[in-house]
């Protein structure tokens, strides 16, 4: 598929969704519309925010499928984390329905990429997801699905889960492994970091032909590569998208 090159738009807001005690999903429709890859991503545009009152610019996973429309119109959907005092979700979050902002998109090379005959496994943390959804809700990846999907999904508590309904419909049950890293005493799922999952269930993995996807937390995403490293995994089948840095000697929470 052949990348759009990037465009301005101006994305009206159509409606926003807490989907946890810290995370919205934004719902947008742009104008002019344009086209991406799943797990490509939009730079907004945040007035007066940066210093001296200069514009800055913040980017963010498209968490739908390039296909979603509403009301026959295209459309496209964030999934945001709302951190304190940060410029980008404070911004987004101040958003009313009808009100529009300004946007360059799409931008980056983390996108499904199908390769006939072999399985694909995506891991994230947090809002890492967003891209994730993207792919499996996609045109591609039904016309091209890998042999066989896992989804690992690493959160500290139970609230914290994101589109858990939506995929496991998209991708069966048994697909979807949630792990919690603070779960409760009756949690069902897994419990640990997703790089535990890994170590732990290493026997149902096929490490040589398996397309592993990385997204969120850099520390996971250095943790996870390690694991892959030590079972042969090329680096070619490695795709990457970090969210977060962590400082000198944090680790991943999840």
Same mark, same amino acid.
């Given at each position: 598929?052949?990348?759009?090159?990037?465009?301005?738009?101006?994305?009206?807001?159509?409606?926003?969704?807490?989907?946890?005690?810290?995370? /919205?999903?934004?719902?947008?429709?742009?104008?002019?519309?344009?086209?991406?890859?799943?797990? *490509?991503?939009?730079?907004?545009?945040?007035?007066?925010?940066?210093?001296?009152?200069?514009?800055?610019?913040?980017?963010?996973?498209?968490?739908?499928?390039? @296909?979603?429309?509403?009301?026959?119109?295209?459309?496209?959907?964030?999934?945001?984390?709302?951190?304190?005092?940060?410029?980008?979700?404070?911004?987004?979050?101040?958003?009313?329905?009808?009100?529009?902002?300004?946007?360059?998109?799409?931008?980056?090379?983390?996108?499904?990429?199908?390769?006939?005959?072999?399985?694909? %496994?995506?891991?994230?943390?947090?809002?890492?997801?967003?891209?994730?959804?993207?792919?499996?809700?996609?045109?591609?990846?039904? @016309?091209?699905?890998?042999?066989?999907?896992? %989804?690992?999904?690493?959160?500290?508590?139970?609230?914290?889960?994101?589109?858990?309904?939506?995929?496991?419909?998209?991708?069966?049950?048994?697909?979807? /492994?949630?792990?919690?890293?603070?779960? *409760?005493?009756?949690?069902?799922?897994?419990?640990?970091?997703?790089?535990?999952?890994?170590?732990?269930?290493?026997?149902?993995?096929?490490?040589?032909?398996?397309?592993?996807?990385?997204?969120?937390?850099?520390?996971?995403?250095?943790?996870?590569?390690?694991?892959?490293?030590?079972?042969?995994?090329?680096?070619?089948?490695?795709?990457?998208?970090?969210?977060?840095?962590?400082?000198?000697?944090?680790?991943?929470?999840?």
């Amino acid at each position: 598929m052949e990348k759009q090159k990037p465009i301005t738009v101006s994305a009206r807001l159509i409606a926003k969704k807490s989907l946890t005690p810290d995370v /919205v999903e934004f719902t947008f429709r742009s104008e002019p519309s344009f086209s991406f890859q799943p797990g *490509q991503f939009i730079s907004i545009v945040i007035p007066g925010a940066g210093p001296g009152g200069r514009d800055l610019r913040r980017a963010y996973s498209i968490a739908s499928s390039p @296909e979603l429309a509403l009301d026959g119109q295209p459309a496209f959907e964030l999934c945001v984390k709302l951190v304190e005092g940060g410029p980008g979700t404070t911004y987004l979050n101040s958003l009313k329905p009808g009100e529009a902002m300004t946007g360059m998109t799409p931008f980056g090379d983390f996108v499904y990429k199908p390769k006939a005959g072999r399985h694909a %496994i995506f891991i994230s943390t947090g809002t890492g997801l967003a891209p994730f959804r993207s792919m499996v809700l996609s045109r591609i990846y039904a @016309e091209h699905p890998p042999a066989s999907t896992r %989804i690992l999904f690493g959160a500290r508590a139970e609230s914290d889960l994101l589109y858990t309904t939506e995929i496991v419909k998209a991708l069966g049950t048994g697909n979807l /492994v949630q792990a919690l890293s603070r779960a *409760q005493a009756d949690w069902c799922g897994f419990k640990g970091r997703v790089t535990d999952w890994l170590r732990e269930n290493e026997g149902q993995i096929d490490w040589a032909n398996t397309e592993f996807y990385l997204c969120g937390n850099g520390a996971m995403i250095d943790e996870a590569k390690q694991i892959l490293a030590g079972k042969g995994v090329e680096k070619t089948s490695i795709h990457q998208e970090v969210y977060y840095k962590p400082k000198p000697g944090e680790t991943h929470a999840n």
